[in-house]
Nanobody, 120 residues
Framework: VQLVESGGGSVQAGGSLRLSCAVSGLLAYRYEEYCMAWFRQAPGKEREWVATINRDGTTVNVESVKGRFTISRDNGKNTLYLQMNSLKSEDTAMYYC????????????GGQGTRVTVSS
């Protein structure tokens, strides 16, 4: 299974970006059966969970991004998204998507990530 993140870039504080994660090479599971998530890793820090979207479309976010970030999925395109609004400098990080076939919060990474840089 391949996960390819895209959509990162450099923006000023207050700006917006939309990240995408294209999933391919699925074998045992269809994309809509996965729980999917976004994680991020800021320079010098550990990887941090950002948001999860479940099979039924319900979502949950880390407190620091509530009201600003929205995770969504397009099952027809096998793609995961993260709409990021009102970006802050502390959102600067590499962003990674991850899959969880069993929806047990055991996520599997696969992509190279996409870099988001927010300047104040």
């Amino acid at each position: 299974v391949q996960l390819v993140e895209s959509g990162g870039g450099s923006v000023q504080a207050g700006g917006s970006l939309r990240l995408s994660c294209a999933v391919s090479g699925l074998l045992a599971y269809r994309y809509e059966e996965y729980c999917m998530a976004w994680f991020r890793q800021a320079p010098g820090k550990e990887r941090e969970w950002v948001a999860t979207i479940n099979r039924d479309g319900t979502t949950v976010n880390v407190e620091s991004v509530k009201g600003r970030f929205t995770i969504s999925r397009d099952n027809g395109k096998n793609t995961l998204y993260l709409q990021m609004n009102s970006l802050k400098s502390e959102d600067t990080a590499m962003y990674y998507c991850a899959r969880d076939p069993a929806c047990t919060a055991r996520f599997i990474y696969g992509g190279q990530g996409t870099r988001v840089t927010v300047s104040s």
